[in-house]
Nanobody, 125 residues
Framework: QVQLVESGGGSVQAGGSLRLSCAAS????????MGWFRQVPGKEREAVAA????????QYADSVKGRFTIAQDNAQRTTILQMNSLKPEDTATYYC??????????????????WGQGTQVTVSS
């Protein structure tokens, strides 16, 4: 059973940085699409960034381009989301997601097979 465990959330002031990690276990897939999503109460879960581990190609939501960076450490089976220049509107629960054996052809919630439990990020003004 594939398991994804996020860590690194917390509270920070606007302009600060946080580094989220997603540790994956329980699988033997060589390549996969790894994504980060976020959700605030009452709103749909939205895609933030994604990376295809086959060639490290990345995609970002317009709202985070230039501020967030997604990266993959295949040796550690860890997906990193480095978040810089954080804004209050980045406040949300952040989720890691995986779709084994696929490139990141879609960044919709329904595309991803496995999900982590989420980690809270709070940015104060």
């Amino acid at each position: 059973q594939v398991q994804l465990v996020e860590s690194g959330g917390g509270s920070v002031q606007a302009g600060g940085s946080l580094r989220l990690s997603c540790a994956a276990s329980g699988y033997t897939y060589s390549y996969k699409c790894m994504g980060w999503f976020r959700q605030v109460p009452g709103k749909e879960r939205e895609a933030v960034a994604a990376i295809y581990t086959g060639d490290d190609s990345v995609q970002y939501a317009d709202s985070v381009k230039g501020r967030f960076t997604i990266a993959q450490d295949n040796a550690q089976r860890t997906t990193i989301l480095q978040m810089n220049s954080l804004k209050p509107e980045d406040t949300a629960t952040y989720y890691c997601a995986a779709r084994p054996n696929w490139e990141c052809v879609q960044l919709r919630e329904s595309f991803f097979t496995y999900w982590g439990q989420g980690t809270q990020v709070t940015v104060s003004s």
